[in-house]
């Protein structure tokens, strides 16, 4: 079969030819219309619902919201894990669903879930709804908006930014933070309520009933139809104050007899600011799967119209945009694939010392790309750091066919012994079934990989696919267009050469090498014993993590305050500190967000607040991400009461979307009462802070938020004839505030918000103080009926599959995560815990320890697959044996370069031992069977074996040699994105250089060794 596919292309030319030029038309076409990102599509199948319900407690919001909601999700199929947070007015549920489910699916039985659930939830809140289809790096483009009056800077941003922004395409939702968005308050006068004999309820239903625009049909007049409208809808804050509320004494009462109508503002539980300043952030999100490049663009055209039509009211900056970290990325992976291919081809050049020799090879390198796509295009892959990797990383790989085939060809024609045509179909079909098998090996050794679940399978299923169709489009060119070219190309006498000066000094190097290993066979095998033992020691030295952390020239800071913090004080240390990190020379811009912006599927306090800086590019700056973090732990060391936290934005979503967590290390503890998980948190807290590499350690806030308790004594409501439905709307009402209705001008929506005024609601005394009408008319203070205390309860509840947990959770520096989470492990095991709690780890280590089970199954799957394919292609168990003994070594030689670089044992250097494995047994394929060939033709084991590793000698070095140096930009630029290849790189380097030492002087010694005992 391998073979009639050389002998039709040598017989159609013209076909081949014109296939070609089709394929190049086809894969030009497919790559100018792939979109490009910065990441693989990352998402985990995650469904978000999100209640509110303004102003009830945590505790109520856990009990009467969540609780029955997390039970009745976890009975959905594919659920993975149900995650949910219960703070102040807020409930929010995240349903992780089993990868590989598709989300809209997820989404579909969410839905039906919440159909049956809503019903039966309590009166009053506002219906769960489910956060919109987003992806991991949803957060398109990130813009400040300031003006000297903030009510308006953000009613320009709701009311008319937002919408525009809504209509480009890709846009998923538009998020504002800060500023105040307008409402209209009628804060009334309790006093006045109850010398007028009006309720609370009787403003509430008015405002309602008066904001009513009706619809009387129409009427025929002649040829005409009027339509008849009635018009009662408020418009203005003086029909709020005109509204009737009762009669008295043949007058009417109206609101404004009442209380107080302004403008005022909505609650605020977050705010924006630079340098300062308050601003208001707008955040465009981009829709799940839509092309990122073509939204950010959508959306700087809107920006830029507006920024012409506002020009003077208002400034507006964009601080963050996917489009730089896509292109700055792209540009730069992009750079080391022309690097690496000039690299190759000139490698090429040197051992074939042959113009022609080496374009037929070097072709090969871009009709791969093509090939791959093509293949990209058919399966929806993007253009992205991890494709284009993968296309890196097989630059060496790509040419080896192709190599192969032209060095035997040229071989072939240059001895002389047949006619031109004749020695191009000899040695083209010689090495045909080697190159076949040693492909098909490539491709079996990567196919595990697409096994591999969760962040690392989302992240390296893309890379692996890049290079697999990159290879597999490098066999079919080195057997239709290789041997092709070559009938063009080469020909008898203008074709022949001699080695050149390299290939003639490593031959005599090379032979008595070989001649001496053949003599002492012995010593070989305790080389190769040594080098494996190196390896294995290696092994207990180097590290391991989930994933390098990527330098994104941007940092995030969580700065937590205590849970008693106001939004207001929040806000001013927040800016204080935003201040200290800005003053860092490596550091641009400081922008700061606190707590949540209304609409956010975040969930985060009014004493948390995000802060995103802006750091100068990794190319143009002198110290390293580390360097920089210890200095905002400098900066930002000594302040009361504060605790911060430092993530690079990547690990930072990846933990959110993936685990909850925003750390490296999280110890959770499961339990049932909140004071004694905060007991033990603060054991394990103590003996974390002990550990060597733990920085960032803080306990997550369970409880400490002071709380004013009004409760009812049920046996003097029943005295004055009181219900308890009577005080809490009281409470609700007066002292929470509720909409009523909202007033529309023209499309803004303003929400009526009823409340007391704030001297009747404002501290302990005045609440205790607040008067009820009984049902006799007789006048007490809610105190009568009711003690008032203070307590603390906790701000934040969270839970998992329905069981309360708390974390104690840390960043690692300056060491590995695998040996801290150990030494934390063996510490915590001495501690005594209650019964009926129990500890988890989570955060990226949760990633680690997954991605490594799955990759040992995997690595051990990829050996045994590569064993049966090496015993079906040369038919002999002893000769896969043989080659097989390649894969130790090289992974012996891959891990002492990761202890000699520094490097870690993490997903990306695993997933090169992968690689490794495949690539290793490729020379040695092509070694044997050559030296298999000279056995056939009766040359004995010795001459067989000298012959045969001397013919293969140049092709086994330029096949080490392209690959090595392909991957020689990925493994020496430092640039961003190269944190994750760079690992990678070297793990392949280098065991492929133990790999070519095995292959050209162990191997034949073992060869010859036991074929001599047979």
Not at 86 to 112: C, H, M, P, W
Not at 738 to 756: D, G, H, P, S
Not at 790 to 805: D, T
Request: aromatic share 8%.
């Amino acid at each position: 079969m391998i073979n009639k596919i050389i002998e039709y292309s040598l017989k159609n030319k013209v076909v081949v030819i014109m296939g070609a030029l089709i394929l190049i038309g086809l894969g030009y076409k497919f790559f100018t219309e792939l979109p490009v990102d910065v990441y693989p599509d990352l998402n985990a199948p995650v469904v978000t619902v999100m209640t509110e319900s303004h102003g009830m407690a945590p505790e109520d919001i856990e009990t009467l919201i969540t609780f029955p909601m997390e039970t009745s999700f976890n009975s959905l199929p594919y659920v993975k894990r149900v995650r949910s947070s219960s703070t102040l007015g807020l409930s929010k549920i995240n349903i992780e669903f089993e990868y590989g489910t598709d989300i809209y699916f997820a989404r579909q039985l969410v839905t039906e879930k919440l159909q049956m659930m809503t019903p039966q939830l309590p009166e009053g809140i506002e219906p769960p709804f489910m956060g919109p289809i987003s992806s991991m790096f949803a957060d398109a483009i990130e813009f400040t908006i300031k003006g000297e009056d903030m009510f308006e800077v953000r009613d320009f941003a709701e009311w008319h930014l937002k919408p525009r922004l809504q209509t480009v395409p890709g846009v998923s939702n538009v998020i504002n933070l800060g500023g105040y968005l307008k409402q209209y308050h009628v804060l009334l006068d309790p006093n006045k309520l109850l010398n007028y004999g009006i309720h609370i309820q009787d403003v509430m239903v008015a405002l309602r009933e008066n904001n009513i625009n009706s619809s009387g049909g129409f009427i025929v007049a002649g040829p005409e139809e009027k339509i008849i409208r009635g018009m009662g809808r408020i418009k203005t804050i003086d029909d709020i104050k005109s509204i009737v509320l009762k009669q008295k004494d043949g007058v009417a009462v109206t609101i404004n007899q009442v209380a107080e109508v302004k403008i005022g503002a909505f609650i605020r539980r977050g705010s924006a600011g630079v340098g300062g300043e308050e601003v208001v952030i707008v955040t465009v999100q981009n829709q799940y799967n839509a092309n990122v490049m073509n939204t950010i663009r959508g959306v700087e055209q809107v920006v830029e119209k507006v920024k012409k039509t506002e020009k003077g009211r208002f400034k507006i900056d964009t601080f963050y945009t996917q489009l730089d970290m896509i292109i700055k990325s792209v540009k730069n992976v992009s750079w080391a694939i022309f690097l690496g291919a000039f690299l190759v081809i000139f490698i090429l050049y040197i051992f074939l010392n042959n113009i022609r020799s080496t374009l037929v090879v070097a072709l090969a390198i871009p009709l791969s790309a093509i090939f791959a796509f093509i293949f990209f295009k058919i399966f929806n892959l993007t253009i992205n750091i991890m494709t284009l990797g993968g296309l890196a990383i097989g630059l060496g790989m790509i040419v080896d066919s192709s190599i192969i085939m032209a060095e035997n060809i040229f071989r072939h024609i240059n001895e002389g012994k047949k006619k031109f045509s004749d020695a191009l179909l000899t040695g083209a079909k010689e090495v045909s079934n080697p190159i076949f098998y040693a492909i098909l090996i490539l491709l079996a050794v990567f196919a595990p990989i697409f096994t591999l679940q969760g962040i690392e399978g989302k992240m390296f299923i893309p890379l692996t696919f890049a290079v697999s169709a990159a290879v597999l489009g490098s066999l079919l060119i080195s057997l239709t267009i290789t041997p092709l070219l070559a009938s063009f190309l080469f020909r008898k006498n203008s074709a022949a050469q001699k080695d050149n000066y390299l290939l003639i000094f490593l031959k005599k190097l090379y032979n008595p090498l070989l001649e001496y290993s053949l003599k002492h066979s012995k010593f070989m095998v305790v080389l190769s014993l040594m080098l494996l033992l190196l390896g294995v020691g290696s092994y207990f030295f180097v590290g391991s993590e989930f994933m390098p952390e990527m330098d994104e020239s941007s940092l995030l800071v969580d700065v937590l305050l205590p849970p008693e913090s106001s939004l207001e004080e929040s806000s001013r240390m927040a800016s204080l500190i935003a201040k200290r990190i800005s003053q860092i020379p490596e550091v641009k811009k400081v922008i700061r967000a606190t707590g949540k912006a209304k609409g956010a599927e975040h969930s985060a306090p009014v004493n948390l607040t995000h802060t995103n800086c802006i750091l100068v590019p990794k190319e143009d700056r002198k110290k390293s991400i580390d360097e920089i973090k210890k200095d905002i732990r400098n900066a930002t060391s000594g302040i009361p009461g504060v605790m911060i936290q430092i993530n690079a934005p990547l690990q930072h979503r990846i933990n959110h979307v993936a685990t909850g967590i925003r750390s490296a290390i999280a110890v959770k503890i499961f339990g049932e009462n909140l004071n004694t998980i905060r007991e033990l948190a603060e054991e394990i807290n103590t003996v974390m802070g002990e550990v060597p590499g733990v920085t960032d350690l803080q306990i997550e806030q369970i409880v400490g938020v002071p709380q004013l308790q009004i409760i009812l004594n049920r046996a003097k409501l029943a005295r004055y004839g009181l219900n308890v439905n009577d005080i809490s709307e009281l409470i609700e009402v007066a002292l929470n505030g509720k909409v009523a209705t909202e007033l529309i001008e023209t499309q803004k929506r303003y929400e009526i918000f009823v409340r007391y005024e704030e001297k009747f609601r404002g501290d302990e005394q005045t609440i205790k103080n607040i008067l009820i009408e009984t049902p006799t008319g007789y006048r007490i203070p809610i105190s009568e009926v009711a003690n008032i205390v203070e307590n603390r309860n906790p701000a934040l509840i969270r839970k998992e599959n329905a069981i309360r947990r708390g974390v104690v959770q840390c960043n690692v520096s300056g060491e590995d995560m695998g040996s801290v989470v150990s030494q934390i492990k063996d510490k915590i095991s001495a501690l005594q815990l209650p019964e009926g709690y129990f500890i988890n780890f989570g955060g990226t280590y949760e990633n680690q320890i997954r991605a490594m089970k799955q990759l040992t199954v995997v690595v051990l799957l990829t050996i045994i697959i590569v064993f049966c394919l090496l015993v079906i292609s040369f038919r002999s168990f002893k000769n896969g044996l043989l080659i097989i003994f390649n894969i130790p070594l090289a992974l012996a030689g891959g891990m002492m370069i990761l202890f000699i670089t520094g490097n870690t044992l993490s997903v990306p250097s695993i997933v090169g031992f992968i690689a490794l494995i495949g690539i290793a047994v490729q020379d040695g394929i092509v070694l044997v069977s050559n030296i298999n060939n000279y056995r056939k033709q009766g040359l004995s084991i010795a001459e067989a074996v000298i012959k045969g590793s001397n013919n293969k000698l140049r092709p086994v070095l330029m096949t080490t040699f392209t690959t090595m140096l392909g991957l020689t930009p990925l493994a020496l630029r430092n640039v961003t994105g190269s944190e994750i290849q760079k690992p990678l790189a070297f793990v392949i380097m280098f065991g492929l250089l133990f790999s070519t030492f095995i292959t050209l002087v162990v191997l034949p010694t073992f060869y010859a060794a036991m074929e001599r005992e047979n």
